[in-house]
């Protein structure tokens, strides 16, 4: 296969999950690893990807992917996630339920009596109305590639209410920059709901470790990671993580 042609699939590869492994870029161009790292590392050159361990991630970006999108990745990975997020609540509850595909996964697993859940998702909403649950939703503009609302009327509602956890989305996790999300108004919500709950949950697959975007939402420190029990990053933030 021309280069030209291995470069091209590395990077729609990258445009469609973030970060990809060897492994992954192996099997599916059908090159050596020796080849795919000569790729990796002329492609880092020429600034349209960062390597790293096992594998590669895309440049930072400042634009969020749209929801419909982020629901057809790593389905199997958040389904995992999902249900490890929905064990930890408790029955009489008021949880705070972040825009995200992540969190939007767990909607499904939520059994417990007596659960308020307040979201800053239009998504999210219709899915709790659905299946029963009280649902609240916090006002403000809607933005229409992650249905999230944000801004100062929804920072102001946010503020009204008091939660025994918060489930949050993020787009990265990176031991320096923190949790990151590429929009700062989806990232001043996020960091409220935080403030205004005893204890945060993070939910995260591989694909968000190693990666950074452009507004850092808190320090990894401010709460637990909820993630998949086997990958390559997970003895590597083994202090910030909670599986399960």
Known sequence: MLTEKRHEMICDMLSQYDIVTLQQLTETIGS??????????????????????????????????????????????????????????????????DAGSSTLAMIPYLTQRDLTVVTNSVTHVMALIERGIRALMIGGLVKPNTMANVGCAAEEMLRTFNFSMAFIGVNGVDADNGFTTPDPEEAAIKRLAIRQSRQSYYLADESKFDHVTFATIVPLSEGSIITNHNHSYIKQYAKYIKVG
């Open 32 to 97: 050596s690893e020796s080849t795919i790292r000569r790729d990796l590392s002329a492609l880092e050159e020429k600034g349209q990807l960062i390597r790293v361990h096992g594998g590669a991630k895309q440049i930072s970006d400042q634009h969020d992917t749209e929801l419909n999108i982020k629901t057809t990745r790593f389905v199997r990975e958040k389904d995992g996630i999902a249900k490890q997020a929905a064990a930890l609540i408790k029955d009489g509850s008021c949880i705070y339920l």
